[in-house]
Nanobody, 125 residues
Framework: QVQLVESGGGLVQAGGSQRLSCAAS????????MAWFRQAPGKEREFVAV??????????SDSVKGRFTISRDNANNTNTVYLQMNSLKPEDTAVYYC????????????????WGQGTQVTVSS
């Protein structure tokens, strides 16, 4: 059983930066592609960024392109993914979810089989 545990959320002022982390625990011998999604109050969950197992393939939502960076660390099969968020805006306020799947297309289609519990990011104006 694999679990995803996010950390790094909190309150930040507009224009500031924050870094989210997500670590896979449990049976991490599998090679997981990983992604970040977010859900703002009253809105549907939306894709933010995805990174392949090797890190060679990265897609980022247009709404955060140039401000958010996704990266990962696979040392010792840790399957840890990061989301560096810069120039934050109030509209970035949301619960951010980490997701993982052995099939990349499931992340692209928004239907990954593994989800974290989410971490709240609040950007004040």
């Amino acid at each position: 059983q694999v679990q995803l545990v996010e950390s790094g959320g909190g309150l930040v002022q507009a224009g500031g930066s924050q870094r989210l982390s997500c670590a896979a625990s449990g049976r991490t011998s599998s090679r997981y592609h990983m992604a970040w999604f977010r859900q703002a109050p009253g809105k549907e969950r939306e894709f933010v960024a995805v990174i392949s197992w090797t890190g060679a393939t990265i897609y980022v939502s247009d709404s955060v392109k140039g401000r958010f960076t996704i990266s990962r660390d696979n040392a010792n099969n840790t399957n840890t993914v990061y989301l560096q968020m810069n120039s934050l805006k109030p509209e970035d306020t949301a619960v951010y979810y980490c997701a993982a799947d052995s099939e990349f297309i499931r992340l692209q289609n928004g239907v990954p089989r593994l989800w974290g519990q989410g971490t709240q990011v609040t950007v004040s104006s």
